[in-house]
Nanobody
Framework: QVQLVESGGRAVQAGGSLRLSCTAS????????TGWFRQAPGKGREFVAS????????YGANSMKGRFTIFRDNAKNTVYLQMNGLIPEDTAVYYC???????????WGHGTQVTVSS
């Protein structure tokens, strides 16, 4: 297991955009499924989006589909989450995760805070 590192979270006003990054030293990201999750204050962890080893993409709740885009740059071994049209309900800690073994999310980063103000 390697340490996943998220970056890019910050405070932004409603309607703004952010791009989050997930990377890890010495890891070939195309060999692992990578997902983004988020946890808002007082709520459970929620699935946002994922990309499989082969590049297949899955998105979570309808409220995020069309606004969020997940993509991978194999040359940079980085997975991104592009977030547009942010709303206050998007405020959360966003986590990157990978499937080290099996089909479960068993390797998690420490998260990056996204705060959307109205």
């Amino acid at each position: 297991q390697v340490q996943l590192v998220e970056s890019g979270g910050r405070a932004v006003q409603a309607g703004g955009s952010l791009r989050l990054s997930c990377t890890a030293s010495g890891r070939t990201f195309s060999n692992y499924a990578t997902g983004w999750f988020r946890q808002a204050p007082g709520k459970g962890r929620e699935f946002v989006a994922s990309i499989s080893r082969g590049g297949g993409i899955t998105y979570g709740a309808n409220s995020m589909k069309g606004r969020f885009t997940i993509f991978r740059d194999n040359a940079k071994n980085t997975v991104y989450l592009q977030m547009n049209g942010l709303i206050p309900e998007d405020t959360a800690v966003y986590y990157c995760a990978q499937q080290e073994t099996g089909n479960v999310w068993n390797n998690w980063g420490h998260g990056t805070q996204v705060t959307v103000s109205s």
